[in-house]
């Protein structure tokens, strides 16, 4: 055999590299923010991990971001409308962008809030005011558009339209709200309706829906400002309904596991934990130590972590709704994201990003750094909210038009 050079450096890299996953949508591949990536750093330097690229190509709003086979989508707002954006995620180099509708104007800042969905080479974006769009993943070419308002008699919530869609199946999941039902199943090829949720027609919120399997039986779980539902994946059937005290507005994901499915909301209403073990969903409890307005709240273990309003960070036993602990002085408000036994915590007024190790036992820094720059063009009211993202080895951050991408691996 003669010898490679280039083949030789190939098995170096792959032998050394990270072993890292995709995040395809909202929240990672599981909808629970939590990567299974390995090899990234336990701690970082001083002044952070290695910027990588930064780029001012992302256009205004709150979008998140889904990477697959390389490709980072987002969306974003460039003058009077909404485009779905595609980028290299190694380079930051734009490879396509499609216009996807007029732009959602609003007093917290204007322009899209969802992460695209990607799947089987197609990936869909919900604009503020609505239009639900399905492009080619590789080129950007337009499949097919459903406006939920429109087409699916729904109602724009007082800040948009902010849901990201769930791919489940061969369906897209959406919540038009209204009475044609609130959650309505397209045809993830075609956008034609195959169902609505008709004996469940509340408006719709701010959050997004997951899928789960419970006793036998595959289905949506959504959360709406006063219900928690769980809806029958092949029929749009209501299985079930838990009551919820929701006020202005309801936004973080539910988070399931093993029969219970637990929800938080901000403005002073806390969390629920519900059992869906029986015929009807049973309270197991309901409190208020995690009040989580929209930075997400992980599971990991028995564990919750999250920010919670008025209690700082906080550790939350999953079981019985108990504080463990919490951390008020570190870093204020904002999002939180998992991976190789670390939290990275982003600090929505300041754009601070702390590295915490995972652990019931306590706060525990792993270090820190400042996202730099920060833009200029974000609405007065608005503040970093688009939700950290770990993938291959890169974290990737957002703070309106600016893109970042760190390092972070060993």
């Given at each position: 055999m003669k010898f490679n050079p280039f083949f030789f450096s190939f098995l170096f890299a792959l032998c050394n590299a990270t072993s890292g996953t995709d995040w395809p949508g909202w929240r990672g591949s599981e909808r629970n923010d939590v990567s299974k990536e390995t090899g990234l750093l336990q701690s970082w330097p001083e002044g952070g991990p290695e910027k990588i690229?930064?780029?001012?190509?992302?256009?205004?709003?709150?979008s998140g971001f889904s990477i697959t086979n390389g490709i980072l989508y987002t969306m974003g707002a460039f003058g009077d409308e909404e485009r779905l954006l595609a980028f290299d995620a190694n380079s930051g180099k734009k490879v396509w962008e499609l216009k996807t509708g007029d732009l959602l104007k609003n007093n917290w800042g204007d322009g899209p809030r969802m992460t695209p969905s990607v799947s089987n080479g197609l990936v869909y974006s919900l604009g503020g005011r609505g239009n639900l769009i399905c492009a080619n993943a590789k080129d950007g070419k337009k499949e097919w558009s459903v406006h939920l308002v429109e087409?699916?008699?729904?109602?724009?919530?007082?800040?948009?339209?902010?849901?990201?869609?769930?791919?489940?199946?061969?369906?897209?999941?959406?919540?038009?709200?209204?009475?044609?039902?609130?959650?309505?199943?397209?045809?993830?090829?075609?956008?034609?309706?195959?169902?609505?949720?008709?004996?469940?027609?509340?408006?719709?919120?701010?959050?997004?829906?997951?899928?789960?399997?419970?006793?036998?039986?595959?289905?949506?779980?959504?959360?709406?400002?006063?219900?928690?539902?769980?809806?029958?994946?092949?029929?749009?059937?209501?299985?079930?309904?838990?009551?919820?005290?929701?006020?202005?507005?309801?936004?973080?994901?539910?988070?399931?596991s093993d029969n219970h499915v637990y929800v938080s909301s901000g403005y002073g209403v806390g969390c629920k934990l519900v059992e869906l073990a029986g015929s009807s969903p049973v309270d197991v409890y309901e409190n208020k130590v995690m009040k989580n307005h929209h930075g997400g709240v992980i599971k990991l273990g028995d564990y919750l972590y999250g920010y919670s309003d008025g209690y700082g960070w906080v550790c939350q036993n999953f079981k019985n709704g108990e504080l463990k602990w919490n951390e008020k002085k570190s870093l204020g408000k904002g999002a939180i994201a998992y991976a190789d036994n670390r939290f990275y915590c982003l600090g929505e007024?300041?754009?601070?990003?702390?590295?915490?190790?995972?652990?019931?036992?306590?706060?525990?820094?792993?270090?820190?750094?400042?996202?730099?720059?920060?833009?200029?063009?974000?609405?007065?009211?608005?503040?970093?909210?688009?939700?950290?993202?770990?993938?291959?080895?890169?974290?990737?951050?957002?703070?309106?038009?600016?893109i970042f991408c760190y390092d972070i691996k060993r």
């Open positions: 690229w930064m780029n001012k190509l992302g256009g205004l709003g709150y087409d699916l008699g729904g109602k724009v919530p007082g800040w948009g339209y902010t849901e990201s869609v769930l791919i489940d199946q061969g369906r897209v999941i959406c919540t038009p709200g209204g009475e044609k039902g609130a959650l309505a199943a397209l045809d993830a090829k075609t956008g034609k309706v195959l169902w609505r949720s008709k004996a469940f027609t509340d408006g719709a919120q701010y959050s997004s829906p997951i899928v789960i399997e419970n006793q036998s039986k595959r289905q949506y779980v959504q959360l709406v400002m006063k219900n928690l539902v769980g809806i029958e994946a092949t029929s749009g059937k209501l299985l079930w309904k838990s009551s919820w005290p929701g006020k202005v507005a309801v936004i973080p994901t539910p988070v399931y007024g300041d754009g601070r990003v702390i590295l915490i190790e995972a652990t019931p036992e306590g706060w525990k820094a792993k270090g820190e750094f400042t996202i730099t720059p920060q833009t200029e063009q974000r609405n007065p009211k608005g503040k970093v909210w688009t939700h950290p993202v770990i993938s291959n080895g890169k974290l990737y951050l957002r703070d309106q038009e600016l």
